[in-house]
């Protein structure tokens, strides 16, 4: 299984919402992704998880929490939004966090009003 | 900040034509990757190369580096209507605490029917 897969696909949500993302791969990688990605754009590093530990926050705001609850699960919960943070939320991993090739899922669309 | 800078932006091409694409980058590399995704889309891995080597095929593409001149390039041969994408090139720098890859900008290709 070489897959990648996140849910929701697409996601509408208030300011005052809150509401998570999930990511799961069943590959045995032990490093794990979030990315942002705005339209016409590269994916900007939000988190990276490396044997299911915090490595990197790419100063990233509050709003945002990363959680890794096993090597296979990554979560993104998202609270009190702001509309510029509505873009393509991109998950990844790869077998260690030293630069090996990353397995993108397919994204969520996220939208804040 | 971006490692990697692609040229051209933007590409249009026949079908069956070749595609070349290049990327300049600014620091040493541990290696460097290129990426495609189709719109909207997740990010899909095409080639890895390490800076000890100079050039690699995996089927249609070939990527070439030149480390004296922080260049890449990534030729698609016998281009196809499916190849229409954006493509990424990725940096990795020597491996060292909280390294990370890095994306250009990204280049649109489009190929005509």
């Known amino acids: 299984d070489t897959e990648v897969t996140q849910t929701p696909k697409h996601l509408v949500m208030g300011m005052t919402n809150k509401k998570s993302l999930k990511c799961e791969q069943h590959?045995?990688?032990?490093?794990m992704y979030w990315y942002k990605q705005k339209a016409k754009k590269p994916p900007e590093l939000m988190f990276v998880?490396?044997?299911?530990?915090?490595?990197i926050n790419e100063s990233v705001p509050s709003r945002f929490s990363p959680e890794c609850p096993n090597s296979s699960l990554l979560n993104l919960h998202l609270h009190a939004l702001q509309p510029e943070d509505s873009a393509l939320y991109l998950c990844a991993s790869s077998q260690v966090a030293e630069g090996e090739t990353q397995y993108f899922g397919p994204g969520t669309r996220l939208l804040v009003l | 900040s971006q490692q990697g800078e692609e040229d051209p932006q933007a590409l249009s091409i026949q079908e069956g034509e070749n595609a070349t694409m290049n990327c300049s980058y600014k620091?040493?590399?541990?290696?460097l990757q290129w990426y495609r995704q189709n719109s909207g889309r997740g990010l899909v891995h095409l080639i890895l190369?390490?800076?000890?080597?100079r050039e690699k095929h995996s089927g249609r593409l070939r990527v070439t580096l030149d480390t004296s001149k922080k260049s890449s390039s990534l030729l698609i041969t016998a281009s196809r209507a499916a190849d229409t994408a954006s493509y990424f090139c990725a940096t990795y720098p020597p491996t060292g605490a909280n390294s990370k890859l890095t994306f250009g900008k990204g280049i649109t290709l489009s190929v005509r029917p």
């Open positions: 590959m045995g990688h032990r490093a």
């Open positions: 998880y490396s044997y299911e530990k915090l490595s």
């Open positions: 620091t040493s590399i541990n290696n």
């Open positions: 190369i390490r800076s000890n080597e």
